[in-house]
């Protein structure tokens, strides 16, 4: 029994008038509201039971246009500014659906899905500096992508026998970062069973970026201590304010010290297709593996995040798990040496090649450079307007694309925060909040490419017009 429609005809017709649909919402995003909290009559339709029996496509197809489309993220819209989203674009949305078509395991075998891929990884290979046999890896997000870097980090100082041994009975391993590190690289000290509290989270200097100093009175005092520091994680762009941390500086710990070198460019490191954004970057070039997603700034449907490896060898041998089932033949569908599932944990994976692909063969990397160069630019827009305000006043230096900012008196934060529920409740735009030295403030992330100098007068108009009716 195919579960294949019985009339292809009908079924094309049904399905481009949802393509129809889903271009029009891109292209219309702007008229509709950033946000809006599905109401309960909506809410009830997803408590509905199993279903056992069909329905016809279309009628389904109109809930999704009925009861999910007006209630995701909205983070498609330009006065959307909350946290780190990618915009996407239409190229990467027919992308993910060809991909779907041709639904492809890429967890590995002899076909185009890994060659794409391999591809992409020689092209951020190129634009980091890595070497051209650097490995790299698909992976859901920057999350996951900072977890392989630590495993690969933490099998590099162990050797490979704690693979089957596991961590009993082997030194205490030690990580670095700054405080600004994004919670996910303690999160992957934790999962790799090291413990998150192993991570020593370091202050920063005034730049934001961690400090040298602190970092080698860490690593000294642990080393006294009996501890094995093994790892340096650098972050190219802080979550909270953008920061960079000094890389060639931390470059040259990690050589004098035998020291891993990671690099969290979550969002940061793909300032590498900025020639004006790209210098701070300088000392990327010399990190051993560097964690980052295209579903952020290079504005790829999620998700894509992406690991690169400097050491080919050293990724494989930390992943690679030989199974009867999944043996190399020298030729046919199961030839070729290193998978995709040799390179990380996953085994089956979908083609999330294809939507990275075709977005940076459609756009090119100068164009998505020129548009996080307009975010900043938009954002320093930002940070000036916030600056002559009256009511306003910036918290963080303003270094790339995130303008956080306080309320004038507002000595706990919680005005802020009423402010960015009143804002995600009108529906006009949605910043979200962060913490600065102690008290809740707006954090205006500009990550969207349709932003403009006109949606952030809006949005200044709309702060002072909702502040003052709080
Ligand atoms: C600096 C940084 N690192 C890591 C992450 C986690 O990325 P993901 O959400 O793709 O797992 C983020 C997310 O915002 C981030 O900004």
């Given at each position: 029994m195919s579960l294949d429609p019985d009339d292809w005809?009908?079924?094309?017709?049904?399905?481009?008038?949802?393509?129809d649909r889903a271009i029009a919402r891109l292209r219309d995003v702007r008229e509709g509201p950033v946000w809006r909290p599905a109401p309960a009559e909506v809410l009830t339709a997803f408590e509905a039971p199993t279903p056992t029996g069909p329905r016809p496509f279309e009628q389904v197809l109109d809930d999704v246009e009925q009861l999910v489309a007006p209630y995701v993220t909205g983070n498609t819209h330009p006065l959307f500014m909350g946290w780190v989203h990618g915009a996407g674009t239409p190229y990467g949305m027919v992308a993910e659906m060809l991909a779907a078509g041709l639904n492809a395991n890429c967890g590995g075998r002899n076909h185009i899905g890994p060659v794409v891929e391999r591809q992409i990884t020689a092209w951020m290979a190129q634009a980091f500096g890595f070497p051209a046999d650097a490995s790299g890896l698909l992976v859901t997000g920057a999350s996951q992508a900072n977890l392989v870097g630590v495993l690969v980090a933490r099998a590099h100082a162990l050797g490979l026998v704690a693979r089957p041994e596991g961590l009993a009975g082997r030194p205490r391993l030690t990580a670095y970062a700054s405080v600004e590190a994004h919670g996910c690289v303690a999160k992957a000290m934790d999962i790799a069973g090291l413990g998150s509290d192993q991570l020593r989270r370091l202050p920063t200097g005034e730049d934001g970026g961690l400090s040298l100093e602190a970092l080698r009175a860490a690593i000294a005092r642990d080393r006294a201590a009996g501890l094995m520091p093994f790892l340096v994680v650098g972050s190219a762009g802080t979550v909270n304010t953008g920061a960079f941390d000094?890389?060639?500086?931390?470059?040259?710990?990690?050589?004098?010290?035998?020291?891993?070198f990671h690099v969290d460019g979550a969002f940061g490191a793909l300032a590498a297709f900025s020639p004006r954004l790209k210098t701070r970057l300088e000392g990327l070039e010399q990190a051993?593996?560097?964690?980052?997603?295209?579903?952020?700034?290079?504005?790829?449907?999620?998700?894509?995040?992406?690991?690169?490896?400097?050491?080919?060898?050293a990724h494989r041998a930390t992943f690679a798990n030989p199974l009867d089932y999944l043996s190399r033949e020298p030729a046919g569908l199961a030839a070729g040496e290193t998978w995709p599932c040799d390179l990380g944990p996953d085994l089956s994976r979908g083609f999330r090649a294809l939507k990275v692909w075709v977005t940076l063969q459609t756009l090119g990397t100068d164009a998505l450079g020129a548009a996080m160069e307009a975010n900043c630019e938009a954002a320093a827009y930002l940070a000036r307007r916030i600056e002559a305000s009256g009511h306003f006043e910036l918290a963080a230096p303003v270094g790339l694309n995130i303008v956080c900012f306080g309320v004038k008196g507002d000595a706990d934060g919680a005005l802020a925060r009423r402010l960015v529920i009143a804002l995600h409740e009108s529906g006009r735009a949605a910043p979200s909040?962060?913490?600065?030295?102690?008290?809740?403030?707006?954090?205006?992330?500009i990550f969207n490419h349709r932003t403009t100098i006109a949606d952030i007068d809006a949005f200044v108009a709309d702060l002072e017009t909702t502040l003052a009716a709080l």
């Open positions: 005809d009908a079924f094309g017709a049904q399905a481009h008038a949802a393509l000094d890389l060639a500086g931390l470059a040259g710990i990690c050589a004098a010290e035998g020291l891993w051993h593996s560097v964690a980052f997603d295209f579903h952020k700034w290079a504005h790829v449907p999620y998700d894509a995040g992406f690991v690169l490896v400097r050491d080919a060898a909040t962060t913490q600065r030295d102690g008290r809740a403030v707006v954090r205006a992330a």
